[in-house]
């Protein structure tokens, strides 16, 4: 009998070895097949990436570029001299992107200012809304 219950014994073992690879992984479980990119989306999150590095350098010209007609018409340049001041060194987060409807793009983003040695950072959560201008031109056409 002792041969037996070890024959028995390794066939359970190599039932269970080869039906290991079968079951689903807790690895598996939690990752998601990744969704495809509108058309797009790449460019207008370049786009909003740039006018971000020109607010974080304070280059109003640049971030000027970048803006709309309909958000150079909404807003004065008074409004733009002080949202691209910063006070100290600046940081920013995008988060990920929705499509409002095509040809349009709203992302979350963060704003971090006036970190130094003795004052503390600021953080301010808003959107950029970024919109196809045509000819492979996106532009911010909300301020945050």
Known sequence: MPVREASHSVAV???LCLSLP?????LAAKTRPARALEPGYAEALAAA????????????????????????ETVTTDVVEKFFSN???AAYEIGRGKLLKRGR???PIVLVSGASSNIRARRRFSSLVMVDAGKI????DKLP
């Open 13 to 15: 073992s190599l039932i």
């Open 22 to 26: 079968l079951l689903p992984s807790p």
């Open 49 to 72: 990436d740039h006018f971000l590095q020109a607010w974080q350098s304070g280059d109003v010209e640049n971030g000027m570029v970048l803006l709309s007609s309909h958000a150079k």
């Open 87 to 89: 006070p100290g060194p």
């Open 105 to 107: 793009y709203e992302f």
């Open 137 to 140: 031109d996106w532009a911010v």
